[in-house]
């Protein structure tokens, strides 16, 4: 006899004070993340427009198993978080999915350029941030992408509870950059981009 599947959702801070992550132990995007800064950009995300109708949160993020929620400064957590999960339990047990199906075709751009030294060193970087970096970010319900690689200049975007936190520059520049410079030597300076 099997044991029925309970869905499970709990919290956990971020260095963020305005964000939280809600963390499930069902899969709501695999290899892919979406982040909305309003209901209107959400257009492609069922789960994240049905947030944005609760009239305290301000972002969302989704990744493999977690939702990030930015919340307005007015409001407390505590007042808060019970409703927000049962808001995400109520739409992951109705098994729609969080993002549209068209969304996962687009993914993270492929680039093919020819090989040179800077090439070698942006696999790297993509390397060195793939095993040490997204994993402590997303720990902290953040997510970082790289975007590209120029003239020792790393452009990275910061995501999920990174984006708009206060200790995030300190994270990029004496952590991120510090980790390329040491193991890089062609990084001059690690930036934050917007998307």
């Not at 929620?69 to 047990?93: G, Q």
């Amino acid at each position: 006899m099997s044991t029925p599947f309970v869905l499970e959702i709990y919290t956990e801070s971020t260095p963020n004070p305005e964000s939280q992550k809600f963390v499930t132990n069902m899969h709501l995007l695999p290899n892919y993340v979406a982040e909305y800064r309003s209901k209107e950009s959400a257009t492609e995300s069922e789960l994240a427009q049905m947030l944005f109708d609760i009239p305290f949160v301000s972002g969302v993020f989704i990744s493999n198993n977690f939702v990030t929620i930015t919340k307005k400064p007015d409001y407390e957590w505590y007042e808060i978080s019970p409703e927000l999960k049962e808001a995400i339990k109520k739409f992951i047990s109705s098994v729609r999915p969080a993002v549209s199906e068209s969304l996962y075709k687009k993914g993270e751009p492929i680039e093919s350029a020819p090989v040179s030294d800077e090439s070698n060193a942006e696999d790297k970087i993509k390397d060195l941030l793939e095993k040490y970096v997204k994993p402590a970010v997303e720990s902290d319900g953040g997510h970082i992408a790289f975007r590209s690689f120029e003239n020792g200049i790393v452009n990275l975007s910061l995501q999920g509870s990174c984006s708009g936190c206060p200790s995030s520059s300190i994270t990029l520049k004496s952590g991120i950059e510090g980790l390329l410079k040491r193991m890089v030597p062609e990084v001059k300076e690690v930036v934050a981009v917007e998307e």
